[in-house]
């Protein structure tokens, strides 16, 4: 019930090639973040979702939430070596702590 | 600002033993938490903080103890440590609740290994 599916686990481009991961939810959110960690490093975040169908861009990254807010994906153009790491959704437990709930993340690795 | 910092970076403690991992950030946060992190589990919240003298368990609290004495700082507790506790552990501060009005800044986390 709390938790937020990401697919794939893993995934593997070449240098230049696009990549999207899933974030999937069987409960209507209230919002939507996603992080980036590189390897050996810690979470970083990166954007916040609220709106219902949002739209957010960051270079070459592209974020979306779904009109019925129970999924978001995170969209890269033609991968750099630099994208490399474990992008992670998380989306708000509820109540009035601030607790997030992540996903298990989408490990990618680049060849160059 | 150094953001959140956490020590020690790399601690190897034999079963049963005990350990402190402190956290502290000097962005003025309220809210405090610890996560730890293992292979294919995503993070997992242990306990967290929403102030100055308070704390409450998250989704894996069993062998943890907590406490928030001062504001800036969040300490983590191991009474007796197991090979279960082997993880990644990272800290994490938010100025309120942070997915409405803004984010959690995390830590560079601490590798403990529990032979």
């Known amino acids: 019930g709390q938790q937020v599916m990401q697919i794939p686990q893993y995934q593997h481009v070449q240098e230049g090639e696009d990549f999207t991961t899933y974030c999937n939810s069987s409960t209507t959110l209230s919002n939507i973040q996603w992080y980036k960690q590189r390897p050996g490093g810690h979470p970083v975040f990166l954007i916040q979702?609220?709106?219902?169908?949002e739209v957010k861009k960051q270079k070459r990254l592209t974020f979306q939430f779904g009109e019925a807010k129970k999924n978001s994906s995170l969209h890269i153009t033609a991968t750099q070596t630099t994208d490399v790491g474990t992008y992670f959704c998380?989306?708000?437990?509820?109540?009035?702590?601030?607790?997030?709930?992540f996903g298990k993340g989408t490990k990618l690795s680049v060849k160059p | 600002n150094a953001g959140v910092t956490q020590t020690p970076k790399f601690r190897v403690l034999k079963t049963g033993q005990s350990m402190t991992l402190l956290c502290a950030q000097d962005?003025?946060?309220?809210?405090m938490y610890w996560y730890r992190q293992d292979p294919g589990m995503g993070l997992r919240l242990i306990h967290y903080?929403?102030?100055?003298?308070?704390?409450a368990k998250g989704e894996v609290p069993d062998g943890y103890n907590v406490s928030r004495l001062k504001k800036q700082n969040f300490l983590l507790g191991l009474e007796s440590a197991a090979p279960s506790q082997t993880s990644v552990y990272f800290c994490?501060?938010?100025?309120?609740?942070?997915?409405?009005?803004?984010?959690?800044?995390f830590g560079p986390g601490t590798r403990l290994t529990v032979l």
């Open positions: 962005m003025n946060h309220e809210y």
């Open positions: 994490a501060s938010g100025p309120d609740r942070a997915p409405s009005t803004d984010t959690q800044y």
């Open positions: 903080s929403v102030g100055e003298g308070t704390t």
């Open positions: 998380a989306k708000d437990y509820g109540g009035s702590q601030g607790n997030l709930i």
């Open positions: 979702l609220v709106k219902s169908g």
